[in-house]
């Protein structure tokens, strides 16, 4: 091993190649393709001298990425970096003003999507383990880039059933802001059914939207009872109704409709609660005659770790240290793959990482390079401090 700081040797300009390439590769999610980024990433970290694998679980044709270096020693520190590398859907492609998957280079940003969120990530996550490689650690630090966490897949809960750690750093975008905890995310899909009749004659059927009208006032109740629901680092749990689809024709009074809500939920609420509360929520609905059925769809469980755990003031100190990030305790309103490696595999995890959080699944997403070259340098102190026996 080489004595002395874990020294890289990036600039701004590697950083734009290399954060270009990441985008270039169209990761879109859905429909899941994400296997020319996997493979881009391999064949980089394998050109660096680092062993890098693909690995085809859960999905053959959706691959993965686990790379390490190390000696692996019990006297010291392993540590997991883990990104993700499918993106959301562009959405309308005339509202840019760049290609979205050009990966294009305009002074300290690059642009398009996924550049933030969280392509900027694994770009640092790459580099610092070219650094920690090329210096050598007595611990390990282990590089995994899943698939699906934009649709809640098992990406990186497969991952960590094979890698373990002592701690782990999720690379989404915060501008290197430390956040240990994140809030849940579960999505419910209310379907109603009512009577249709000629609308000359609505008394003669049961109106879908009337009665979502209607339920308001319940509605209005409940959400200002989440608000009184409060963690001092993420805020108020949330229900938010987001999508609502009625109606056949201008004439017909609609019999059927599907209300979705996006309910976010603190880290000491139960998601089985949740469900019942939203059950209750839309009985009135059942009391007016409308049949209703609710199906949580889909579900990120809310992750919390302490604000002293040593990952955590580790880092804040390095980036404080390095860019001025405050250092006081911070959460992150989304929900990340954190879940996965507090919940699922009990390892002490944060969220951090050089994107730009307001920039996510946005119109001409950037990221910034100076703050990628800075989250490299944050990396290599970080493992030097964890993973590295003091001689």
Not at 237 to 265: H, Q, W, Y
Not at 361 to 379: I, N, P, S
């Amino acid at each position: 091993m080489v004595d002395g700081t874990i020294q890289h040797d990036v600039t701004e300009a590697e950083a734009a190649d290399l954060l270009s390439e990441l985008v270039a590769r169209d990761s879109q999610n859905p429909p899941g393709r994400e296997r020319a980024c996997a493979e881009f990433i391999v064949e980089t970290l394998e050109e660096w001298g680092l062993d890098a694998q693909l690995v085809e679980e859960p999905y053959e044709d959706r691959p993965q990425v686990v790379a390490e270096t190390g000696a692996g020693s019990p006297e010291s520190g392993d540590l997991v970096l883990n990104g993700h590398i499918d993106v959301v859907p562009p959405g309308d492609r005339e509202q840019w003003s760049v290609d979205p998957f050009e990966g294009g280079v305009d002074g300290n940003r690059v642009y398009g999507r996924g550049a933030s969120d969280m392509k900027s990530g694994v770009a640092a996550g790459m580099f610092a383990l070219r650094a920690a490689h090329e210096h050598g650690v007595d611990g390990r630090v282990t590089l995994t880039c899943a698939i699906g966490e934009e649709t809640a897949e098992p990406g990186t809960k497969t991952l960590l059933d094979n890698v373990g750690g002592d701690f782990g750093i999720v690379l989404e975008p915060t501008e290197l802001v430390v956040d240990t905890v994140g809030k849940g995310l579960a999505w419910y899909e209310v379907e109603l059914r009512g009577e249709s009749s000629h609308a000359s004659s609505p008394d003669l059927g049961l109106n879908v939207l009337d009665g979502l009208f209607s339920f308001n006032d319940e509605l209005t109740a409940y959400r200002e009872e989440l608000a009184e629901r409060e963690h001092p680092l993420v805020g108020s749990s949330l229900c938010t109704p987001t999508m609502l689809e009625a109606g056949t024709k201008e004439n017909v009074i609609p019999d059927s409709a599907t209300l979705t809500f996006d309910r976010r939920f603190l880290p000491e609420e139960n998601i089985k609660e949740i469900d019942k509360e939203i059950d209750d929520l839309v009985e009135p609905l059942r009391e007016r005659g409308f049949e209703i059925s609710v199906t949580r769809t889909r579900t990120y469980e809310a992750a919390e770790i302490n604000a002293d755990r040593e990952i955590a003031t580790v880092v804040r100190q390095h980036s404080h240290d390095i860019a001025g990030v405050d250092t006081a305790p911070h959460g992150k309103s989304a929900s990340t793959d954190q879940r996965n490696f507090v919940n699922d595999a009990g390892i002490p995890a944060i969220i951090w990482g050089p994107g730009t959080s307001a920039q996510s699944h946005t119109v001409d997403e950037w990221a910034r390079t100076d703050l990628l070259v800075d989250a490299v340098e944050v990396l290599c102190r970080t493992i030097e401090e964890l993973c590295v026996e003091r001689r």
